[in-house]
């Protein structure tokens, strides 16, 4: 199956600091990425959805600023925490799909875990 | 908002026991999918359900849409240590934008 990748698994950072997570689809072109949050024993939390080439759109409640994505190549997005605080330390999840088309698989990766000091 | 609502929230269950967990919603979806997610990893796809009424097993997993697409479930037939994780029923709506809605989760202990 399709593999989606994530670095790093694990940061840690100190509070003000920015974190950027790299999430890279390995043998497909992702047309579609996907970010999402988990906190300790809470479900998925979709946060954003970025297309190639085009800004990302942000689902209610999740800062844009704060929250920057980037999604410049088809198998590269990037999710940056900037000025991380002590309540963004979390599980970061992304999944990437091949297309744009709703019932098409989405891939997801390993997950990232933030802690922020 | 489509709500996913699972439950149990958590289950705790020996070996060789069976099970049942269920994702109920009041939004209709056009396909629903179960996942599996172990302590620091990300979720894996068990199966897609895309038909009112289907029923698909995977080895020892039975999985089941509602007839009116609202609701699902996922029977677990003699249960094993492996199988304890966190199970994740997601949805996809019609009009949604192509984003899939997670259920509340459903985490099961299989102990010996």
């Known amino acids: 199956g399709a593999v989606v990748s994530q670095h790093p698994s694990r940061v840690i950072c100190k509070s003000g600091t920015s974190v950027k997570i790299e999430c890279r689809s390995l043998?497909?072109?992702?047309?579609?990425m996907f970010w999402y949050r988990q906190f300790p024993k809470q479900s998925l939390m979709l946060m954003a959805t970025?297309?190639?080439?085009?800004?990302?759109?942000?689902e209610q409640g999740v800062e844009k600023d704060k929250f920057l994505i980037n999604h410049a190549s088809l198998t590269l997005s990037t999710l940056t925490v900037t000025s991380a605080h002590p309540e963004d330390s979390s599980f970061y999840i992304c999944?990437?799909?091949?297309?744009?088309?709703?019932?098409?698989?989405?891939?997801f990766g390993p997950g990232t875990r933030l802690l922020v000091l | 908002t489509q709500l996913l609502e699972q439950s149990p929230q958590f289950l705790s269950i020996q070996e060789g026991e069976n099970l049942t967990v269920y994702c109920n919603s009041s939004s209709v979806f056009s396909s629903l999918q179960w996942y599996r997610q172990e302590p620091g990893e990300g979720p894996v796809l068990l199966v897609t359900?895309?038909?009112?009424?289907e029923v698909k097993k995977l080895k020892r997993l039975t999985f089941q849409f509602g007839d009116a697409r609202k609701d699902s479930s996922l029977h677990i037939t003699a249960a094993q240590p492996g199988d304890t994780g966190l199970y994740l029923c997601?949805?996809?709506?019609?009009?949604?934008?192509?984003?899939?809605?997670f259920g509340t989760g459903t985490r099961l202990q299989v102990t010996l």
């Open positions: 999944s990437a799909r091949a297309g744009r088309r709703e019932r098409e698989t989405q891939y």
């Open positions: 359900v895309v038909t009112g009424g």
């Open positions: 997601a949805g996809l709506a019609t009009g949604t934008a192509s984003k899939l809605t």
């Open positions: 043998d497909f072109q992702a047309t579609t």
């Open positions: 970025s297309n190639e080439g085009s800004k990302a759109t942000y």
